[in-house]
Every structure is written in structure tokens, then in C-alpha cells.
């Protein structure tokens, strides 16, 4: 798989990544851990290099099970950690004071077993801490070795700038999708201004952009998505509008939807790496085949016309959510 670089430090990633949230947090029941770590480990063996994980998810095992998968080829991947989480939990609120930071670098250290975290996020920008003394923080671990480079999740433009000016940003971790295009208005021209590596979660919607989900789809009762407004019955419904004319798209390409969105973000700009996620390898080995695809214009333009004439029904997240993005 052909690489690309995040920033101007000299981060190298895979062209494709992997998501590993969902092997044990927020899509239903958590994956056994055997199963996780061996398609973790498939992806390296398929040239993913590139793997993100976050202290929240689980919380904690997820980069349990990303340590012991990666250790035998922990000096030919790149990993991904985050934090600014209240006790590593979403719904207690955030928390990225300089103390906490320093205490979650060396928590993630020993569980991802090994001695640097090569790019270490801010979760969400925590508004009672200034992005200087977050960002400053980042820059007294990368001088000590324990982070090679610095990444923000969800942030603003004016907190991306800031944090930039102390301490240079290899990388903003955000939603984008072909159903969620808000990042393209100030974001994405900011990261291309300043040289910073754009990463989107999500890139299959959720698993909706894979077509595989309906509106008849059962949720496991612990599935994130049932509390997501773009996940409602009747929104599914009317998003399905979207799938049926990307299948035409991808059936003329002799690809898959989700290969479609994949490719199609990765013809957006050189340096955005999506990293999408899966608990099943015949999907893994969908996804990373889609760093082969290339759009033709005229697939570039009929997807543009899709989206221009499809509105897509229902908010990303639950308002408790949604304000934490964007700040």
C-alpha cells in the first residue's frame, strides 16, 4: 500500500489505516480478544501501518489489545493514541489539564507496550484549558521522547490555530465522509494552509456508507448509533436514497460502495487518511483495496451530483455530543 505524510514532520502512514475503536467500544458486543488482535494483525500484514485507538475506548482495553497485537512489529507501525477525557469517559465531560495529560501519556504507554506514542491527540479541545498550555504540554512530551507528534480531534479553526503556533500539528482527526462534508467550509483549508495531515473517523458513516444497513438493521442494545439521529428508522429510510446511487456508481467501477467512499476520499487531497474500522477480515480486505481505486472524472462527477441532489436526513450526533466538536 502506497503511503502518505501528516504534516511536515515527517510522519508516514499508510494510505488507508485502521480504526480499532470498534473492536471493543461503541458498535454493540466487543470482539474477543483473539479475534481482535489476529485482524489487527492482518492489517499489517495487508501494509496498514497506520492504527488508532484512544485511552476512552473500552475505556482502557482497546489499547490493551492494540499493545499486545502491534508489540512484534511495534517499530514498522505508526500508533495513534488520545487523550482529554474526564477518567477516560465520554459522558463524564473533558479534561485536558497539563497534569492529566502528562498522567494519560504514561497510562497509555504501558498498555500499548511500548516506549513513544507517535501521535498523540487531544480528544476534544477542553474549553477551561488554554490550547497554549495543552499544546505546550505535547511539546514538553515530545521532548522528552514519550510523543513523536501532536494531533488534535474535532477541533475549531481558531483552536487548531493556536495550537499550531506552540507546537506544529501533524495531524486533525475529524469526521468526513461522503454523508458529512462540513469540514471542507474552514477546516480542510486550514490544515492545507498550515501543512497539517487530515484523518477521517468515520469514513464509512458508521457502517451506513458500506450499504449494508437499512432500516429494518437491528443495533445491539449497547450500539452507539441508537442514540444517533442520522440512525433513526425513518432517517435510514430516506439516507438510503444516497446508497442506491452510489451502488450504480460502484457497479460500473467494479467496486463496492464503501470502496467508492474510500477512494473517493482519498482523491480529495494527498494528505487525508481515512482509517476505517471492522471486526471482520473479508471487510478489512474490502477497505484496504480501496487505496488501489482510482475515480475517473466522470465517477467524481456523478458522485458530485449525488450529493448535490440528496439531502441527507438526521444530525451526526446527540446534542450532548455535538457540542463537544468544533471548539
Excluded at 462540513?182 to 456508507?209: D, H, N, T, W, Y
Excluded at 435510514?236 to 460502495?257: F, H, M, P, W
Excluded at 487531497?269 to 483495496?289: A, D, M, Q, S, Y
Excluded at 451526526?316 to 455535538?322: I, V
Amino acid at each position: 500500500m502506497e503511503t502518505r505524510q501528516l504534516g511536515n514532520g515527517g510522519l508516514q502512514v499508510s494510505a488507508i489505516g485502521f480504526g480499532c475503536m470498534g473492536l471493543s467500544f461503541g458498535y454493540g458486543q466487543s470482539l474477543e480478544k483473539r479475534s481482535a488482535v489476529s485482524i489487527i494483525r492482518a492489517a499489517v500484514e495487508q501494509g496498514v501501518t497506520f492504527f488508532d485507538t484512544a485511552e476512552a475506548y473500552g475505556p482502557f482495553v482497546n489499547e490493551e489489545l492494540v499493545g499486545e497485537a502491534l508489540a512484534p512489529v511495534r517499530d514498522q507501525v505508526i500508533i495513534a493514541t488520545k487523550f482529554g477525557f474526564r477518567d477516560a469517559n465520554p459522558p463524564s465531560g473533558v479534561d485536558s489539564r497539563p497534569e492529566r495529560i502528562r498522567a494519560v501519556a504514561d497510562a497509555s504507554l504501558r498498555r500499548l507496550r511500548t516506549d513513544h506514542i507517535d501521535l498523540f491527540y487531544q480528544h476534544r479541545v477542553d474549553p477551561e484549558i488554554p490550547m497554549e498550555d495543552v499544546a505546550g504540554t505535547v511539546r514538553d512530551l515530545i521532548h522528552t521522547g514519550k510523543v513523536r507528534h501532536f494531533g488534535l480531534s474535532e477541533a475549531g479553526v481558531q483552536s487548531i490555530r493556536r495550537a499550531h503556533a506552540v507546537q506544529p500539528v501533524a495531524a486533525l482527526q475529524s469526521e468526513y465522509s461522503l454523508w458529512w462534508r462540513e469540514p471542507e467550509a474552514q477546516v480542510l483549508p486550514v490544515c492545507e494552509q498550515l501543512g497539517i495531515g487530515f484523518v477521517p473517523f468515520s469514513p464509512l458513516g458508521k457502517g451506513f456508507l458500506t450499504g449494508k444497513i437499512d432500516a429494518g438493521t437491528p443495533f445491539a442494545a449497547n450500539d452507539f448509533r441508537n442514540i444517533v439521529p442520522r440512525f433513526s428508522t425513518e432517517n435510514r429510510q430516506a439516507n438510503r436514497e444516497l446508497i442506491d446511487r452510489l451502488e450504480s456508481i460502484a457497479k460500473a467501477s467494479g467496486a463496492t460502495v464503501a470502496q467508492i467512499a474510500l477512494a473517493w476520499l482519498l482523491s480529495r487531497n494527498p494528505w487525508i487518511v481515512p482509517i476505517p474500522g471492522t471486526t471482520k477480515l473479508e471487510r478489512l480486505t474490502e477497505n484496504n483495496h480501496a487505496a488501489a481505486l482510482q475515480l475517473r472524472p466522470a465517477d467524481l462527477q456523478q458522485i458530485e451530483a449525488a450529493l448535490a441532489e440528496v439531502s441527507i436526513q438526521g444530525e451526526r450526533y446527540p446534542p450532548q455530543f455535538a457540542a463537544m466538536a468544533g471548539r
